[in-house]
């Protein structure tokens, strides 16, 4: 065998040229078939007993050739004697990161949350950061909460909807000691908390603890142990996305946004005792409101902003997209919230707030006008300045900050630019260091699909005008991302080079990336962009790779990632009969010969170069196990698939 070239470095980055609607949805629906029961969600609460049942047995050393104590997960010993796995990353690309919460004394200490990989903390500022919480049922952490009387007290709610699909979750998780111990609240261990939003600890007592989930808002007084309803439950996947606690009054002052799809219509609602005798008002819903994300303004909390998305058939170039941003003035009373933005505003940033500006702005740049539509069901947020209830900030696909209280906007980073202008898109959360002064500390940290990324020049001019939207994407705002050692990227498929010492994979919204031993988990690069599915390499030559992005899309590399060219001649069906990430795989003791699998499996023996269906036996036909491969409707699982083949006569199983 010749000797295997070694990989160039990779400069490929997101391509603009992309689809930009994200495929969060699509991804978590091909995670759960290959995981979930035919048609369910995964039963996360089986993990727990699981635990808890090799708690109680003996562990065998492979290592050692005995066995060894009982594992205790926290014990660094336990792991040596029973051998350690090594981290290979990366440590550099980020996944989606919902929450991020601050010591208020030590802010060099954070704690963020991955919807795929669960808590992790830094001590250093984010210079690097440990994993917390591996051993949970489940590590699709959605929200994070710390007491600001006792910091190393933090809850971290579970579960993340997606739409029509959703990762279920196991409740609300506690530690007392910063993260090196967590309980499940047992509370929390029904229905009504397989999905929390949003967690909010009262400034006033801290053992006061509220929820927001899919089916309403729950409050606990006495730090998790016990849980009412406190916001009645609303319609299932509909439920309360946000919540704001104001820290200037004596009771639990606090604001709730609930309802995604205006089915039932969603709205605002205020509580101004949520801990005693208050009750729930609604203060504000619009026609046509979907999804929304509020934020009060620390320095004068009787101001309070919210930000809402579009669900309104009558305006389908805005799905998803901005409806509106509003502000009141008088404690969000009921008929005094102002419309300051709408997605009728002439201001094309303004419009662009929970767009992509390369769409929205395309005609004012040389090229086309695209649709306004954007996510905000995924990514939607707005943060005040902590010192002036004037300048306020929101995320969506990017990040834009207004100066004159949410009238006139700017665009604050771009997903498409390099550093410094550039941070990953799909934003979920703004956060200002504990000591922002907005002069001498004006640092604002922001989480995204692509992890966790901090500006230090949060206040510097923005980009506004006719062409704020255009290349060379003029912002001064800096952005730098923290993600060193954050392993949290999703991966849908992972391989290794012939030699082991390479390593590559495709990622949800991470793209196609690729590492090695030798440059270590925090220097993994972009092969490409996107959502990135099956990788292969040829053994006999490492230059020759193949790689795909979602449906009916390989490529295939001659320069070892360089260049890429499509590889699908000859594939006639339909891409609507493929997977989200279709299977693929190459021979290894033949490498030009390879199967792509869609209703149909195609094999190639040139290399990629032609592609020519396989015929099926007439027993496969009638019996349809081809199904099991196709997109729509969704398919079962393959391993049920297996079940019904190894029941079939092996003569018939061998044809097919």
Same mark, same amino acid.
């Given at each position: ?111 963020? /949350?991955?919807?795929?990989? $669960?808590?992790? %903390? &830094?001590? +250093? !500022?984010? =210079? @690097? #950061?440990?994993? *917390? ?32 699909? /959703?990762?279920?979750?196991? $409740?609300?998780? %506690? &530690?007392? +000691? !910063?993260? =090196? @111990? #967590?309980?499940? *609240? ?37 730090? $998790? ?432």
């Amino acid at each position: 065998m010749p000797a295997l070239a070694v990989p160039p470095p990779a400069a490929a980055q997101d391509d603009p040229g992309e689809d930009q609607e994200d495929q969060a949805a699509e991804a978590t629906r091909f995670y759960l078939l290959k995981r979930a029961p035919d048609g369910q969600n995964l039963p996360v609460e089986r993990y727990l007993r699981a635990r808890q049942a090799a708690h109680r047995m003996r562990t065998y050393s492979i290592a050692r050739r005995n066995f060894v104590s009982h594992l205790q997960p926290h014990e660094s010993t336990q792991q040596a004697a029973t051998g350690n796995w090594i981290p290979l990353g990366p440590g550099n690309i980020g996944g989606r990161t919902r929450a991020l919460a601050i010591h208020p004394i030590t802010p060099t200490t954070m704690y963020a /949350a991955s919807s795929g990989g $669960g808590v992790w %903390k &830094t001590t +250093d !500022g984010g =210079a @690097t #950061w440990s994993p *917390l919480s591996d051993l949970l049922p489940s590590i699709a952490v959605y929200s994070l909460a710390m007491d600001p009387n006792a910091p190393d007290t933090l809850y971290a709610g579970t579960g993340e909807p997606l739409g029509s699909v /959703a990762r279920r979750g196991a $409740g609300i998780f %506690k &530690t007392i +000691d !910063g993260g =090196a @111990t #967590w309980n499940q *609240l047992p509370g929390t261990a029904t229905p009504d908390f397989y999905y929390v939003y949003q967690l909010v600890v009262s400034p006033s007592s801290g053992s006061h603890l509220y929820a927001a989930t899919w089916t309403g808002v729950f409050f606990s007084p006495d730090a $998790g142990a016990t849980w009412l309803p406190n916001l009645g439950r609303s319609a299932p996947h509909t439920g309360c996305q946000d919540l704001a606690i104001r820290t200037d009054q004596p009771t639990d002052y606090l604001f709730a946004a609930c309802g995604i799809a205006n089915s039932p219509p969603s709205a605002i609602f205020r509580n101004t005792d949520a801990a005693g005798t208050g009750q729930w008002m609604q203060v504000l819903a619009v026609p046509g409101m979907g999804r929304s994300s509020i934020a009060l303004a620390p320095s004068s909390q009787g101001t309070i902003y919210a930000l809402l998305s579009s669900v309104d058939p009558a305006n389908a170039d805005f799905l998803n997209a901005l409806l509106g941003v509003y502000r009141s003035d008088s404690n969000g009373d009921p008929g005094t919230w102002t419309p300051l933005v709408q997605n009728t505003d002439a201001n094309r940033t303004n419009v662009s707030l929970l767009s992509y500006p390369g769409s929205t702005f395309g005609d004012l740049c040389g090229a086309t006008r695209g649709s306004s539509s954007g996510q905000g069901w995924l990514d939607i947020v707005i943060a005040v300045d902590p010192l002036n209830p004037e300048r306020v900030w929101a995320g969506g696909i990017d990040i834009f900050r207004s100066d004159d209280g949410g009238r006139n906007w700017g665009i604050a980073s771009f997903w498409e630019s390099p550093a410094p202008q550039g941070a990953h898109a799909d934003n979920h959360r703004l956060v200002f260091h504990p000591s922002y002064d907005g002069i001498a500390n004006q640092t604002l940290y922001n989480t995204s699909d692509g992890g966790v990324y901090v500006t230090q020049n949060a206040n510097a001019p923005v980009a506004t005008g006719s062409r704020a939207g255009c290349y060379p994407f003029p912002t001064q705002v800096a952005w730098q991302s923290l993600n060193n050692g954050y392993a949290v990227t999703e991966f849908h498929y992972g391989a290794p080079y012939p030699a082991g010492q390479w390593y590559w994979g495709g990622t949800q919204d991470n793209g196609t990336v690729r590492g090695s031993d030798g440059q270590g988990a925090n220097a993994w690069t972009t092969v490409a962009g996107a959502d990135g599915g099956y990788v292969a390499v040829n053994p006999s030559d490492a230059n020759v790779i193949y790689h795909e992005y979602t449906g009916l899309s390989l490529f295939k590399s001659t320069d070892g990632g360089r260049t890429f060219a499509p590889a699908i001649n000859g594939i006639t069906e339909p891409p609507a009969n493929f997977l989200f990430i279709p299977p693929f795989t190459l021979d290894p003791g033949t490498p030009d010969r390879l199967y792509l699998g869609g209703q149909t499996l195609w094999r190639s023996g040139d290399g990629a170069a032609n592609w020519f269906a396989q015929r099926r036996h007439p027993f496969c036909q009638r019996h349809q196990h081809h199904r099991g491969l196709s997109r729509r409707p969704e398919p079962r699982p393959l391993r049920n698939l297996h079940r019904q083949h190894l029941q079939q006569p092996q003569r018939a199983r061998r044809r097919c």
